[in-house]
């Protein structure tokens, strides 16, 4: 019997990594094998997942059949990588989906076209809502560099060396968009976003590292929701904002009142009334 690697081995430069992939389509949902496990702890999930959308698991860098990465495997290292999937990934993406509902229930307008939308199975208002969202309630204040040259020629200033230049997120987009206060996510129906006005991820060769991955989490949360809870509106003052240490969150968390929406049975859609209240 062959004890070769199920997947194939993937360079990444200074080592190799064990990738198994099946299935079509998008998104690609990737399978992490924690606490020293490999690939195959997905045997029995990702075929079925693989039925759906493409799959991929692999092994972590000296797991299973793929090779140590350069780097030793300390207690520092992995409670660094740790940290950051929970305040750069989860933090941000979680509070900026708490703006998202806290927004959506004071447009009620808005919030009823998004659903006939995910009814029909669009996505267009629902991406261009994810992306006012990000503009008009960005959880992140800020992104900031340091002058390395000796000097930094800005517009009409000169930075000197060791100086911190910081772009003020919200009043970029404060400035850079007409009417900026309105949450009118109809102003990126037609287009996406301009990488130089619109910069919640940050921007140039240090911005999110994560957006793309933020931008689908955020996608399918959303849909999930719009699909499976009717949100009540409400005439209630939008919400202050409050620094929870990563990023800036509704000051009441964004609380909704939702109604499961029923299915039906034959066709899958969901009706427009509902009945149990969450
Ligand atoms: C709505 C969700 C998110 C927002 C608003 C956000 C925002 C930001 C911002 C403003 C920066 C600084 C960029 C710059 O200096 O130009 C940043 C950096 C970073 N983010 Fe995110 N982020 C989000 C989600 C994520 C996720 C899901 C991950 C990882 C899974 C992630 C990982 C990172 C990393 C590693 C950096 C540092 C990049 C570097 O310095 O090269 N972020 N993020």
Redesign the pocket.
């Known amino acids: 019997m062959s004890s070769g690697p199920p997947g194939t081995m993937v360079s990444v430069g200074t080592h190799r990594l064990h990738l198994r992939c099946m299935g079509s389509g998008g998104p690609t949902v990737v399978f992490d094998a924690a606490l020293g496990g490999s690939a195959i702890s997905w045997t029995l999930v990702q075929p079925e997942v693989a039925r759906v959308t493409r799959a991929c698991a692999y092994d972590r860098a000296g797991f299973g059949w793929s090779d140590a990465g350069p780097q030793p495997r300390t207690a520092g290292r992995i409670a660094d990588e740790l940290f950051?999937?929970l305040a750069?990934?989860h933090e941000?993406?979680a509070t900026?989906l708490a703006w998202a509902v806290e927004r959506l229930r004071r447009h009620p307008d808005v919030l009823s076209r998004l659903v006939d939308e995910v009814d029909a199975g669009g996505s267009d208002l629902l991406q261009a809502t994810i992306h006012e969202v990000?503009r008009n309630r960005?959880?992140?204040d800020g992104?900031a560099r340091q002058v390395i040259a000796p000097t930094m020629p800005l517009g009409p200033w000169v930075i000197p060396h060791g100086y911190t230049v910081q772009v003020d997120?919200p009043l970029t987009h404060q400035n850079a968009y007409p009417d900026p206060d309105r949450f009118d996510p109809d102003r990126f129906l037609e287009a996406s976003p301009d990488m130089y006005s619109w910069v919640?991820?940050?921007?140039?060769t240090?911005?999110?590292?994560?957006?793309a991955?933020?931008n689908m989490?955020?996608n399918v949360v959303l849909r999930t929701l719009l699909r499976e809870f009717r949100f009540v509106p409400t005439s209630a003052r939008p919400e202050r904002t409050h620094n929870r240490g990563v990023a800036f969150a509704p000051k009441d968390g964004g609380r909704a009142v939702v109604y499961r929406r029923i299915h039906s049975a034959r066709s899958g859609e969901a009706q427009k009334h509902a009945h149990a209240s969450v």
Do not use: K, N, S, Y
Request: include cysteine.
């Open positions: 950051t999937l750069a990934g941000t993406t900026q990000q960005p959880v992140i992104a997120i919640p991820f940050g921007g140039g240090r911005r999110c590292l994560g957006a991955f933020a989490e955020m």
